[in-house]
């Protein structure tokens, strides 16, 4: 693992140690499949309108939803109420959720899709 701060590859992305770890801490990778209900309410996010823009996404909102995300206390619910959505309606992807780009969280859905038999 990377020194906290620093930034991994995952599928030509680049994306914060520091997600990951709560995310997989939470269970996002291992039991809990569901946010938890209202967790909306505590996002970091809400009110700031860089996180629902799509035509104009920079990489400098990029790098502000990302610094947002890092701090909030329900990335893991949010990318679990991401993947949730994107699952049943594949157009429906906004850019940053959960601390990760749509690509991103596209490469982590395969990554940790249970495999067929």
Same mark, same amino acid.
């Given at each position: 693992?990377?020194?906290?701060?620093?930034?991994?590859?995952?599928?030509?992305?680049?994306?914060?140690?520091?997600?990951?770890?709560?995310?997989?801490?939470?269970?996002?990778?291992?039991?809990?499949?569901?946010?938890?209900?209202?967790?909306?309410?505590?996002?970091?996010?809400?009110?700031?309108?860089?996180?629902?823009?799509?035509?104009?996404?920079?990489?400098?909102?990029? /790098? *502000?939803? !990302?610094?947002?995300?890092?701090?909030?206390?329900? %990335?893991?619910?949010? &990318? #679990?109420?991401?993947? /949730? *959505?994107? !699952?049943?309606?594949?157009?429906?992807?906004?850019? %940053?959720?959960?601390? &990760? #780009?749509?690509?991103?969280?596209?490469?982590?859905?395969?990554?940790?899709?249970?495999?067929?038999?």
């Amino acid at each position: 693992m990377n020194a906290p701060g620093q930034t991994t590859a995952l599928g030509g992305s680049r994306y914060s140690d520091q997600t990951v770890v709560r995310a997989y801490a939470e269970g996002l990778l291992g039991r809990r499949r569901t946010p938890r209900p209202g967790w909306e309410k505590d996002a970091a996010c809400v009110g700031d309108e860089r996180f629902y823009e799509r035509d104009t996404v920079t990489p400098a909102v990029v /790098a *502000h939803q !990302r610094r947002v995300c890092s701090a909030c206390p329900v %990335t893991a619910d949010c &990318l #679990l109420d991401a993947l /949730a *959505h994107e !699952r049943v309606e594949p157009g429906w992807q906004v850019s %940053t959720r959960g601390g &990760l #780009l749509a690509r991103e969280r596209r490469h982590l859905t395969k990554r940790t899709r249970p495999e067929q038999s």
